[in-house]
């Protein structure tokens, strides 16, 4: 199964391991699912990181390693199609993620825009808590 994760699904997962979003990267570590993201993502997650209000409640060895695993573990879609139907237009690099990569899921938190989309030409768009009932991970 090949999924996309919201950035700010990533982030979560940093800030608190055992929390839902934390549950989701360990899954992965562990290869219940394949895991896409792009070099969008990768400055996005760097990018929101360094912010000071991520920074206080984050150690910067945390977000490092998570985006050299992405980078080494982690299929790096290539070839972004462009989008353009998120109501939030920072959103549409996801959604071509998740095109580009074929993804069965994009997992977010993103209510009012990704989530109220539902789904994206084959990918299903759904939150933390779906996914990991859909998908039967153990949480």
Do not use: C
Request: hydrophobic share 45%.
């Amino acid at each position: 199964m090949r999924v996309v994760l919201d950035t700010n699904v990533l982030v979560s997962a940093l800030l608190l391991e055992s929390s839902p979003p934390g549950q989701l990267i360990i899954n992965w570590r562990q290869g219940r699912f394949v895991l896409l993201t792009a070099a969008p993502q990768l400055d996005e997650l760097m990018r929101v990181t360094r912010y000071p209000k991520i920074r206080a409640r984050l150690k910067p060895a945390l977000a490092g390693r998570l985006v050299n695993d992405l980078r080494e573990v982690a299929v790096v879609v290539k070839s972004l199609p462009p989008v353009d139907v998120s109501p939030d237009p920072y959103d549409n690099y996801l959604l071509s993620i998740a095109s580009g990569g074929e993804a069965d899921y994009l997992v977010s938190g993103d209510k009012p825009d990704l989530l109220a989309l539902g789904h994206h030409q084959g990918t299903k768009i759904v939150s933390v808590r779906d996914f990991i009932t859909l998908a039967r991970l153990p949480s």
